[in-house]
């Protein structure tokens, strides 16, 4: 019932740009936080941007000055703006919402599909 629809990779080359957006449905959580992570082949999980609230983001800096992230109030859709691209952004990209539930405030995490981004000349 609950997942993540996720929207916007595809193929690039260097230097371009790509915007990815992430629509949940079916949450009956509060949403605390909501982010993109990636993995490259041969390489861990990692974090490239949350926004919390409205106005709170955290970057990784090997995308500072880059990506942007952002969310609609009214869907709950996070966007992530992608611009000038390197191949060293090559990876799957995966959105990700975690919240709280209930009298004791259970934590609760739900992750996106993953959408392949492709840098290359």
């Known amino acids: 019932q609950v997942h993540l629809v996720e929207s916007g990779g595809g193929s690039v080359q260097p230097g371009g740009s790509l915007r990815l957006s992430c629509t949940p449905s079916?949450?009956?959580?509060?949403?605390?936080?909501q982010g993109w992570y990636r993995q490259a082949p041969g390489r861990d999980r990692e974090l490239v941007a949350t926004?919390?609230?409205?106005?709170?983001?955290n970057y990784a800096d090997s995308v500072k000055g880059r990506f942007s992230i952002s969310r609609s109030d009214t869907t709950n859709t996070i966007y992530l703006q992608m611009n000038d691209l390197k191949p060293e952004d090559t990876a799957m990209y995966y959105c990700?919402?975690?919240?709280?539930?209930?009298?004791?405030?259970?934590?609760?995490?739900?992750w996106g599909q993953g959408t392949q981004i492709t840098v290359s000349p």
């Open positions: 079916g949450i009956t959580f509060s949403i605390d936080v």
């Open positions: 926004i919390t609230g409205r106005s709170t983001m």
């Open positions: 990700n919402v975690a919240g709280r539930k209930g009298k004791s405030w259970d934590r609760y995490n739900v």
